[in-house]
């Protein structure tokens, strides 16, 4: 069960989106996308998840493509605070959302 | 609610010694996981419970116990300590259809 492959780092600009990608090209059909966040040494954060449509909440934007095997996070005006390592993690829910595989994540740095 | 809580917050052991790190959480959630994460790494399931009574091994389980006498409480013992389980301990929980996995603030552990 292979993990999601991101980039090991990015930058952006304060003020603009931040556009981080994620390949997931073993997902199942049974899987969702889920995107978490950790900040320094923080326990990591929810940020938003999504099956095949794309979704968006106060936080961010999910855009899955068609075939499901990639997806684009989208924090539209990214800020200071965004700076953080942000993991995309597939997983079935259910029962086993309880057991996440977090990979070594995207290293956002939002500079002034 | 203070969510989930983690004690201790730091803690030094010297190898052979044993010591039980504590998870609280105060929102009746069902599921409940441990992860370690060592330096530059994502998390790695050590032991989850999808309630009282119930438990099952994730990942990285050697040197590990859990019990789950209560819905509130999963606590994690290191039966005898080793220099490679130094390491930062974050505790989660998650309700039954929930979305959303919340994490504890995490025990940094040292082990000479």
């Known amino acids: 069960d292979a993990k999601t492959t991101q980039p090991t780092s990015m930058d952006c600009a304060e003020g603009r989106a931040a556009n981080l990608p994620c390949n997931h090209s073993t997902i199942s059909g049974n899987e969702y996308v889920y995107w978490y966040r950790q900040i320094h040494s923080q326990g990591p954060q929810y940020i938003i998840h999504?099956?095949?449509n794309n979704e968006t909440n106060e936080m961010a934007s999910l855009i899955i493509t068609e075939d499901r095997k990639s997806s684009t996070l989208i924090l539209p005006h990214a800020t200071l605070r965004d700076t953080a390592v942000y993991y995309c993690?597939?997983?079935?829910?259910?029962?086993?959302?309880?057991?996440?595989?977090f990979g070594q994540g995207t290293i956002l740095t939002v500079h002034p | 609610n203070a969510g989930v809580t983690q004690t201790p917050k730091f803690q030094v052991l010297k190898t052979g010694q044993s010591m039980t790190l504590q998870c609280a959480q105060d929102m009746n959630h069902e599921y409940m996981s441990w992860y370690r994460q060592d330096p530059g790494m994502g998390l790695r399931l050590i032991h989850y419970?999808?309630?009282?009574?119930?438990?099952d091994q994730g990942e990285v389980p050697n040197g590990y116990n859990v019990s789950r006498s209560t819905t509130e409480d999963f606590p994690l013992r290191l039966l005898s300590a080793a220099p490679s389980q130094t390491s930062v301990y974050f505790c989660?929980?998650?309700?039954?259809?929930?979305?959303?996995?919340?994490f504890g603030p995490g025990t940094r552990l040292l082990v000479l």
């Open positions: 993690i597939k997983n079935a829910g259910g029962t086993s959302y309880g057991k996440l595989t």
């Open positions: 999504g099956l095949k």
């Open positions: 989660a929980s998650r309700n039954t259809g929930g979305e959303t996995q919340y």
């Open positions: 419970s999808v309630g009282a009574g119930i438990t």
